[in-house]
């Protein structure tokens, strides 16, 4: 029958293009860790297992139906039922399955093995950005979506990592074992670096620990990989990984940063200053709810430009930023942002987009709020 | 009735009958169930350390001796929420403890606002296995707190890891995230609050 | 109530056939009313698969937004929020209202024809389940238009994205589940009722057609976790608007237990959506490679097996929430074993079709494409149930590939290939061959160049639920795209079939399949409204 071998074709072309798949963005990464090398052959093998058992069970299948048509003058047979192939194609199977659990059990033992870390990093899930903390060590930031909305709309050309780029990735040393913390501070998130094998849900007021060894420097980018609303697909992860030296001159720089802005409190910011490095916080933590323009999405996303309430009252203003609206997704940025820069963005959205106050929030008032 | 029932016997109808009975006994058995399993949920993360819940009830001491042999350190971590303008710290961001110590934490809880308002600071442990073998005597996360505007108040943690805590584990974070605690009648809706626009 | 019916068959259903019996009837009530209170099973199954095609549509035109907004990176049709509706309500319609729906029909129209019954066990009921289904789902598309939009969470709405994050719509999408929710438990009850105390005298129950056996297997199913999703919704409910936490951390309740909840549900209702599908393509393939099912006990048993393991391996939906190391463990374990009974049922087919006299009628491709392309989706849920794997697959288009292979060339395939083995017992005609051969091909090109992508742009690192993605997926995403629009396109075909033969067409005698055993086949085709007023004699055959 002509369309029997048209489909049997199609299946011979779907299986000539596996090997294909292997070919690199076809496949899953090999990875830059020794787990995620661990998993990458445990996915092979598995891949390969399931492979020749299709081969040998369509094979059948095929030829069966090639064999035994009615068309050529095939004649049924009447046998149903057969014991002992019974309990062999039961038995087998279980064996196979057996053969595949062993490594994956050991793959798994290690994966659940985060003793013994250097580094502790706590990566909270907000809606939608994460934020990185060096326990102990005084350095956080949030890592927010740097691609810009215009391409986003098409208006502009898609640069190389459209999507999967961030103003401020995460940076690992390479060779020293890294423990993850992982929490979120509003719905469910999931962090994940394919090349790091690790993915993991952050979940409200619960912990979750994971680890990773990387052995290779570079840049390594990854995605939100549970549903959060309506951003989920504007919340990359990319991890920088630095060999040791440089990440430990990176984390001195980082601190002496912290220190100097900390100074920055105490004194008195001109307007401008302020606008300028409040449009920078604005664009990277606000612009994907307030918009870029301030206009909003309501009723999620109130507008801020015109908002009259925000321009009437500064107080409530600043404490808005700090504490966030209950049961919104107006997070508290309490822990975010830095006086210096709540200041900053206070200022910024009270005199942009004609909102025009000619309010000054100095970074020193804020400070007060937030120690008060 | 008319022609369905021209089969159905007598012993049909109560064959029928018995069906539906049992089915229906079974299917409010399951839906029990269903909100059966939250308190055994409980009970069986707190049993296996199942998503580092810990047991939420003060736990006497027990004086089982002290394991100097080995060192475990024992992280704190504290987090707010949006929404609750507080301040939980802690004095020390970890110890070094023996299994079988007792030791006792200092937190502080701050009120920032100029209003009163109630919390409750919810635990949780990594690595989850660890969390059996953490004993709490006392602790500030076992009630909500009620703070008046700008009050101070600094609570301890008194605890003990237990000496069967497995070997492998030599490090314990103890997380507690800061929630308001609202009233049970004003159920907290995201686009109903943000839909008022003029709160931004 | 009006139960009685019209001495006329209805529409598609026989013509001369019935009017002996129904001499005594009075006169029915006529149009939209007669419909509205049948209470007769063929009736009733009609109505069931004709929403279940309706239902079909309206979600498969959600997947077509999905799809075009995919067809390109970057946004270009729809917002985020809307693209997060669209695959919500594609999901939820396509399991609770077109799969689910269409397994019932068909078990309504066959399962008393199969075991020589007259009707339904509880008629009334019946309806009643049936009728509940327009509402639910009326008013489910209706918070499409309400303020805040509809459901934007996913099918699998996990909370706090569903509790404390939802649009206000979600009230209304709980109502809504929970009618869907009681028509499946009526159903069910129905079901069972029918086949343990309906059958013909010295049908035993290893003597019942499969497709009978798999459907009292998921009523069973049905039955034990329906009751249970209406405890997670109804927890929702009470978080929404009662101020509770079951689900809320900062009440002291827990995400992940929402997550357990619903994966008790969950996983045994995948199974729902399966096993009738592997009772359809028991009959029909033995139908066609005219030789006895091989191995009939052990179908039976390898169905009971997958419907009790189902009950143990929920959480491997959850491997990267944290569980701990044991629980990784086990449902891993039991996971892989689910591959044992379900590869035991392939093996019968193939062997079914071993020295057999096979022919390629409509049905049988639909059966044969089945048992393919379900396989390939069972291999790649081999792949998902290796725990440490899984973590890179995890929530990945990977996933996608899997279930969709499962569903649509799995569950869809069999419903479709029923329809195909039983329209001639339905209308009394053969369904024009050309036509569902174009249908077939048609459907098979789309479904793979829908769904195997995916596979590809899953393990190469593409979430699921993204509106918009990174540049190297572009090229999967367009033949995803342009094999979608295909598959869509060619279910015009199929509805073209089908009215064509509900017209007319090359007539069909009671024994439509030369090969074709069951109790069915011994009713005039079409079949009358009424069919073994009294019971059968029924001698078993081979099994």
Same mark, same amino acid.
């Given at each position: 029958?002509?369309?029997?071998?048209?489909?049997?074709?199609?299946?011979?072309?779907?299986?000539?293009?596996?090997?294909?798949?292997?070919?690199?963005?076809?496949?899953?990464?090999?990875?830059?860790?020794?787990?995620?090398?661990?998993?990458?052959?445990?996915?092979?093998?598995?891949?390969?297992?399931?492979?020749?058992?299709?081969?040998?069970?369509?094979?059948?299948?095929?030829?069966?139906?090639?064999?035994?048509?009615?068309?050529?003058?095939?004649?049924?047979?009447?046998?149903?039922?057969?014991?002992?192939?019974?309990?062999?194609?039961?038995?087998?199977?279980?064996?196979?399955?057996?053969?595949?659990?062993?490594?994956?059990?050991?793959?798994?033992?290690?994966?659940?093995?985060?003793?013994?870390?250097?580094?502790?990093?706590?990566?909270?899930?907000?809606?939608?950005?994460?934020?990185?903390?060096?326990?102990?060590?005084?350095?956080?930031?949030?890592?927010?979506?740097?691609?810009?909305?215009?391409?986003?709309?098409?208006?502009?050309?898609?640069?190389?990592?459209?999507?999967?780029?961030?103003?401020?990735?995460?940076?690992?040393?390479?060779?020293?074992?890294?423990?993850?913390?992982?929490?979120?501070?509003?719905?469910?998130?999931?962090?994940?670096?394919?090349?790091?094998?690790?993915?993991?849900?952050?979940?409200?007021?619960?912990?979750?620990?994971?680890?990773?060894?990387?052995?290779?420097?570079?840049?390594?980018?990854?995605?939100?990989?549970?549903?959060?609303?309506?951003?989920?697909?504007?919340?990359?992860?990319?991890?920088?990984?630095?060999?040791?030296?440089?990440?430990?001159?990176?984390?001195?720089?980082?601190?002496?940063?912290?220190?100097?802005?900390?100074?920055?409190?105490?004194?008195?910011?001109?307007?401008?200053?302020?606008?300028?490095?409040?449009?920078?916080?604005?664009?990277?933590?606000?612009?994907?709810?307030?918009?870029?323009?301030?206009?909003?999405?309501?009723?999620?996303?109130?507008?801020?430009?015109?908002?009259?309430?925000?321009?009437?009252?500064?107080?409530?203003?600043?404490?808005?930023?700090?504490?966030?609206?209950?049961?919104?997704?107006?997070?508290?940025?309490?822990?975010?942002?830095?006086?210096?820069?709540?200041?900053?963005?206070?200022?910024?959205?009270?005199?942009?987009?004609?909102?025009?106050?000619?309010?000054?929030?100095?970074?020193?008032?804020?400070?007060?709020?937030?120690?008060? | 009735?008319?022609?369905?029932?021209?089969?159905?016997?007598?012993?049909?109808?109560?064959?029928?009958?018995?069906?539906?009975?049992?089915?229906?006994?079974?299917?409010?058995?399951?839906?029990?169930?269903?909100?059966?399993?939250?308190?055994?949920?409980?009970?069986?993360?707190?049993?296996?350390?199942?998503?580092?819940?810990?047991?939420?009830?003060?736990?006497?001491?027990?004086?089982?001796?002290?394991?100097? *042999?080995?060192?475990?350190?024992?992280?704190?971590?504290?987090?707010?929420?949006?929404?609750?303008?507080?301040?939980?710290?802690?004095?020390?961001?970890?110890?070094?403890?023996?299994?079988?110590?007792?030791?006792?934490?200092?937190?502080?809880?701050?009120?920032?606002?100029?209003?009163?308002?109630?919390?409750?600071?919810?635990?949780?442990? *990594?690595? *989850?296995?660890?969390?059996?073998?953490?004993?709490?005597?006392?602790?500030?996360?076992?009630?909500?707190?009620?703070?008046?505007?700008?009050?101070?108040?600094?609570?301890?943690?008194?605890?003990?890891?237990?000496?069967?805590?497995?070997?492998?584990?030599?490090?314990?974070?103890?997380?507690?995230?800061?929630?308001?605690?609202?009233?049970?009648?004003?159920?907290?809706?995201?686009?109903?609050?943000?839909?008022?626009?003029?709160?931004? | 109530?009006?139960?009685?019916?019209?001495?006329?068959?209805?529409?598609?259903?026989?013509?001369?056939?019935?009017?002996?019996?129904?001499?005594?009837?009075?006169?029915?009530?006529?149009?939209?009313?007669?419909?509205?209170?049948?209470?007769?099973?063929?009736?009733?199954?009609?109505?069931?698969?004709?929403?279940?095609?309706?239902?079909?549509?309206?979600?498969?035109?959600?997947?077509?937004?999905?799809?075009?907004?995919?067809?390109?990176?970057?946004?270009?049709?729809?917002?985020?929020?809307?693209?997060?509706?669209?695959?919500?309500?594609?999901?939820?319609?396509?399991?609770?209202?077109?799969?689910?729906?269409?397994?019932?029909?068909?078990?309504?129209? $066959?399962?008393?024809?199969?075991?020589?019954?007259?009707? #339904?066990?509880?008629?009334?009921?019946?309806?009643?389940?049936?009728?509940?289904?327009?509402?639910?789902?009326?008013?489910?598309?209706?918070?499409?238009?309400?303020?805040?939009?509809?459901?934007?969470?996913?099918?699998?709405?996990?909370?706090?994205?569903?509790?404390?994050?939802?649009?206000?719509?979600?009230?209304?999408?709980?109502?809504?589940?929970?009618?869907?929710?009681?028509?499946?438990?009526?159903?069910?009850?129905?079901?069972?009722?029918?086949?343990?105390?309906?059958?013909?005298?010295? $049908?035993?129950?290893?003597?019942?057609?499969?497709?009978?056996?798999?459907?009292?297997?998921?009523?069973?199913?049905?039955?034990?976790? #329906?009751?249970?999703?209406?405890?997670?919704?109804?927890? $929702?409910?009470?978080?929404?608007?009662?101020?509770?936490?079951?689900?809320?951390?900062?009440?002291?309740?827990?995400?992940?237990?929402?997550?357990?909840?619903?994966?008790?549900?969950?996983?045994?209702?995948?199974?729902?959506?399966?096993?009738?599908?592997?009772?359809?393509?028991?009959?029909?393939?033995?139908?066609?490679?005219?030789?006895?099912?091989?191995?009939?006990?052990?179908?039976?048993?390898?169905?009971?097996?997958?419907?009790?393991?189902?009950?143990?391996?929920?959480?491997?939906?959850?491997?990267?929430?944290?569980?701990?190391?044991?629980?990784?463990?086990?449902? $891993?374990?039991?996971?892989?074993?689910?591959?044992?009974?379900?590869?035991?049922?392939?093996?019968?087919?193939?062997?079914?079709?071993?020295?057999?006299?096979?022919?390629?009628?409509?049905?049988?491709?639909?059966?044969?494409?089945?048992?393919?392309?379900?396989?390939?989706?069972?291999?790649?849920?081999?792949?998902?149930?290796?725990?440490?794997?899984?973590?890179?697959?995890?929530?990945?288009?990977?996933?996608?590939?899997?279930?969709?292979?499962?569903?649509?060339?799995?569950?869809?395939?069999?419903?479709?290939?029923?329809?195909?083995?039983?329209?001639?017992?339905?209308?009394?005609?053969?369904?024009?061959?050309?036509?569902?051969?174009?249908?077939?091909?048609?459907?098979?090109?789309?479904?793979?160049?829908?769904?195997?992508?995916?596979?590809?742009?899953?393990?190469?690192?593409?979430?699921?639920?993204?509106?918009?993605?990174?540049?190297?997926?572009?090229?999967?995403?367009?033949?995803?795209?342009?094999?979608?629009?295909?598959?869509?396109?060619?279910?015009?075909?199929?509805?073209?079939?089908?009215?064509?033969?509900?017209?007319?067409?090359?007539?069909?005698?009671?024994?439509?399949?030369?090969?074709?055993?069951?109790?069915?086949?011994?009713?005039?085709?079409?079949?009358?409204?009424?069919?073994?007023?009294?019971?059968?004699?029924?001698?078993?055959?081979?099994?």
């Amino acid at each position: 029958m002509r369309t029997l071998l048209v489909w049997m074709a199609g299946c011979c072309i779907l299986a000539g293009l596996s090997p294909l798949a292997l070919a690199n963005g076809w496949n899953m990464p090999v990875g830059v860790t020794d787990l995620s090398r661990e998993i990458f052959s445990l996915h092979m093998t598995i891949f390969w297992i399931c492979v020749a058992i299709g081969v040998v069970v369509f094979g059948v299948m095929f030829y069966s139906l090639f064999r035994f048509r009615r068309s050529r003058g095939a004649k049924a047979d009447n046998f149903h039922e057969h014991t002992t192939v019974e309990v062999l194609w039961t038995a087998i199977p279980l064996l196979i399955l057996v053969g595949m659990a062993v490594p994956a059990t050991a793959t798994l033992v290690q994966m659940y093995d985060a003793s013994d870390a250097e580094l502790d990093v706590m990566i909270t899930g907000q809606q939608w950005r994460w934020r990185y903390e060096y326990l102990g060590e005084d350095v956080a930031f949030t890592s927010n979506l740097s691609t810009p909305r215009a391409q986003v709309r098409g208006e502009e050309a898609r640069g190389e990592h459209y999507l999967l780029e961030v103003d401020e990735p995460l940076v690992l040393p390479t060779d020293r074992k890294v423990r993850f913390l992982m929490t979120s501070d509003d719905v469910l998130h999931s962090w994940w670096v394919p090349d790091l094998a690790v993915k993991q849900d952050t979940i409200p007021g619960f912990i979750n620990e994971n680890w990773v060894n990387i052995s290779e420097p570079g840049i390594y980018r990854g995605q939100c990989a549970e549903l959060c609303g309506i951003n989920h697909g504007f919340m990359p992860v990319v991890v920088h990984a630095m060999e040791g030296e440089e990440f430990d001159d990176w984390l001195a720089e980082r601190k002496e940063a912290a220190a100097e802005e900390a100074l920055g409190v105490d004194r008195d910011w001109e307007l401008d200053e302020l606008m300028e490095r409040g449009e920078a916080v604005y664009s990277s933590i606000c612009a994907s709810c307030h918009q870029p323009e301030g206009q909003g999405a309501p009723p999620a996303f109130p507008s801020l430009a015109g908002n009259e309430r925000l321009i009437g009252d500064v107080e409530w203003h600043v404490q808005t930023i700090i504490n966030g609206v209950s049961g919104t997704a107006m997070p508290s940025f309490r822990n975010t942002l830095n006086p210096v820069e709540i200041a900053a963005v206070a200022t910024f959205t009270r005199n942009a987009w004609g909102n025009d106050t000619g309010d000054v929030v100095q970074p020193s008032d804020v400070a007060e709020q937030l120690a008060q | 009735m008319s022609h369905r029932d021209h089969g159905a016997t007598d012993s049909h109808k109560l064959g029928v009958r018995r069906t539906v009975v049992r089915s229906v006994a079974a299917l409010i058995g399951m839906f029990a169930f269903a909100f059966a399993l939250v308190p055994l949920y409980d009970v069986f993360c707190q049993v296996t350390g199942i998503n580092g819940k810990v047991d939420n009830t003060a736990q006497a001491i027990i004086h089982e001796g002290v394991d100097d *042999s080995r060192y475990v350190t024992v992280q704190f971590i504290t987090r707010g929420s949006s929404g609750l303008p507080w301040r939980l710290e802690v004095e020390t961001r970890q110890v070094r403890v023996h299994p079988g110590q007792t030791s006792e934490i200092n937190f502080t809880f701050r009120n920032q606002s100029a209003e009163a308002s109630r919390a409750r600071a919810v635990p949780s442990v *990594s690595p *989850s296995r660890a969390s059996r073998h953490l004993r709490k005597v006392s602790c500030f996360c076992f009630d909500e707190q009620h703070l008046e505007a700008g009050e101070r108040l600094e609570l301890p943690l008194v605890f003990q890891l237990a000496r069967d805590l497995p070997p492998d584990v030599n490090t314990v974070t103890l997380v507690y995230t800061l929630y308001p605690v609202t009233d049970a009648r004003a159920p907290r809706r995201a686009q109903v609050t943000a839909g008022k626009g003029d709160e931004a | 109530m009006a139960p009685k019916l019209p001495p006329q068959p209805p529409l598609e259903h026989s013509s001369a056939a019935t009017a002996g019996g129904a001499a005594a009837h009075h006169a029915p009530p006529r149009g939209m009313l007669r419909w509205l209170l049948t209470t007769n099973h063929k009736e009733i199954g009609s109505l069931y698969l004709i929403f279940s095609l309706i239902m079909f549509f309206i979600g498969g035109i959600f997947a077509m937004v999905v799809r075009a907004e995919l067809f390109q990176p970057g946004l270009q049709l729809v917002n985020p929020d809307f693209f997060n509706q669209m695959t919500t309500m594609h999901g939820l319609i396509m399991v609770f209202g077109a799969v689910m729906p269409g397994f019932v029909g068909l078990a309504n129209w $066959m399962v008393p024809l199969q075991i020589g019954a007259p009707d #339904m066990a509880l008629p009334r009921l019946n309806n009643f389940s049936f009728w509940l289904l327009p509402i639910a789902f009326l008013l489910l598309l209706s918070t499409l238009l309400m303020p805040g939009g509809g459901p934007d969470f996913g099918w699998t709405f996990y909370a706090p994205l569903s509790t404390t994050y939802a649009p206000p719509s979600t009230t209304f999408f709980i109502l809504s589940l929970h009618m869907a929710g009681i028509s499946s438990i009526l159903g069910a009850i129905n079901i069972i009722a029918t086949i343990l105390n309906l059958r013909a005298p010295g $049908m035993r129950l290893m003597d019942m057609p499969l497709f009978v056996w798999t459907w009292l297997i998921t009523a069973f199913l049905l039955i034990a976790v #329906m009751p249970v999703l209406a405890g997670v919704i109804t927890m $929702m409910l009470m978080d929404i608007n009662f101020g509770t936490s079951f689900f809320n951390a900062a009440g002291g309740g827990d995400p992940v237990l929402f997550q357990h909840l619903f994966w008790f549900f969950g996983h045994p209702e995948v199974y729902i959506m399966i096993l009738p599908a592997f009772g359809i393509v028991s009959a029909i393939i033995p139908t066609f490679a005219r030789k006895p099912l091989f191995g009939y006990a052990s179908m039976v048993y390898a169905t009971a097996s997958i419907a009790l393991l189902s009950f143990l391996v929920w959480a491997h939906h959850m491997f990267a929430v944290g569980l701990p190391l044991v629980a990784e463990l086990f449902f $891993m374990y039991t996971t892989m074993l689910i591959a044992v009974p379900t590869g035991v049922k392939v093996f019968n087919w193939i062997t079914t079709l071993f020295r057999g006299s096979i022919s390629f009628e409509p049905p049988m491709l639909f059966a044969l494409a089945f048992v393919v392309l379900f396989t390939i989706g069972g291999f790649s849920g081999l792949m998902l149930a290796i725990a440490p794997a899984d973590f890179q697959y995890h929530d990945t288009y990977f996933v996608v590939a899997h279930f969709h292979y499962v569903l649509v060339p799995g569950a869809v395939f069999a419903i479709m290939a029923g329809v195909y083995y039983w329209l001639p017992k339905w209308t009394g005609h053969y369904p024009n061959v050309r036509l569902s051969q174009w249908h077939f091909w048609l459907s098979v090109i789309g479904v793979n160049l829908t769904f195997f992508p995916m596979h590809f742009s899953g393990l190469a690192g593409m979430p699921r639920r993204i509106p918009d993605y990174a540049l190297q997926f572009a090229d999967f995403n367009l033949v995803s795209s342009l094999g979608a629009f295909l598959f869509g396109a060619s279910q015009l075909v199929f509805v073209a079939v089908v009215v064509l033969c509900v017209r007319g067409g090359e007539k069909a005698p009671a024994k439509a399949w030369d090969g074709a055993e069951d109790l069915e086949w011994s009713v005039p085709s079409p079949a009358p409204l009424h069919t073994f007023d009294t019971p059968p004699t029924f001698s078993p055959h081979v099994h």
